[in-house]
């Protein structure tokens, strides 16, 4: 019994014997693709500058409570409730456990349930306020910063004072970035309820 290896196309094997001819296809196995490029493409560095604005490395704590309170002020620039995106992206709570963000213990994975507290009377003077005052800043710990500050709204007679605590991560994905842990009411904000 001897057998013919025969190699016609780089596609298939034929093997060949006096009796049964047997083909194996070789393509059929493997397969390679070109739809993911080896490349960046053209336009990735314009994309790259076109993320949507949020937490960014070289922020220092300062900076990111003044993004965070400037993108309130124009809450509706570019669209609806942008300013309130801005800070659901600086919050540094799990989506997936209950959060201490503003105070009592909210289950805010949802963006709808974050962005109705804003709406809520007491938050609702951060959107579009006209004027704002830092009270005192203080470094906590070394990645750990408070800020108090004072709001005047857009509505008559409408002031509250507000304390942001910012957490500087230290490990994973996020190491180094300055995150929002709390904001807060120095009232008693929520003891009417809230629905949220």
């Known amino acids: 019994m001897s057998f013919i290896s025969s190699f016609s196309t780089p596609q298939s094997i034929s093997l060949f014997s006096k ?15 070109a739809d993911v490029p080896d490349f960046l493409s053209a336009d990735w560095l314009e994309s790259r500058r ?6 960014r490395l ?22 609806q409730d ?3 995106e801005v800070l659901y992206r600086f919050a540094g709570f799990d989506p997936f456990e209950r959060s201490l963000y503003f105070g009592p213990s909210f289950d805010l994975g949802q963006f709808e349930r974050f962005r109705r507290i804003f709406h809520h009377s007491t938050y609702r003077v951060l959107l579009g306020h ?5 009270l005192s800043s203080l470094f906590v ?12 709204g857009s509505r008559p007679e409408e002031e509250e004072i507000f304390q942001f605590t ?11 970035y300055w995150l929002t842990e709390s904001l807060l009411h120095d009232g008693d904000t929520f003891a009417g309820g809230l629905a949220y």
């Open 50 to 55: 076109k993320r949507p604005f949020g937490p």
């Open 141 to 152: 710990k070394e990645n750990r910063f408070k800020q108090r500050f004072w709001v005047r």
């Open 19 to 33: 009796s049964i001819p047997v083909t194996v296809s070789v393509s059929s196995r493997f397969k390679a693709s």
């Open 58 to 79: 070289n922020f220092s704590a300062e900076e990111a409570v003044q993004f965070q309170l400037d993108a309130l002020k124009y809450n509706d620039q570019p669209r």
């Open 82 to 84: 942008y300013g309130i």
């Open 130 to 134: 006209k004027e704002r005052k830092i």
């Open 166 to 176: 910012m957490v500087q991560r230290v490990g994973g994905s996020w190491d180094g």
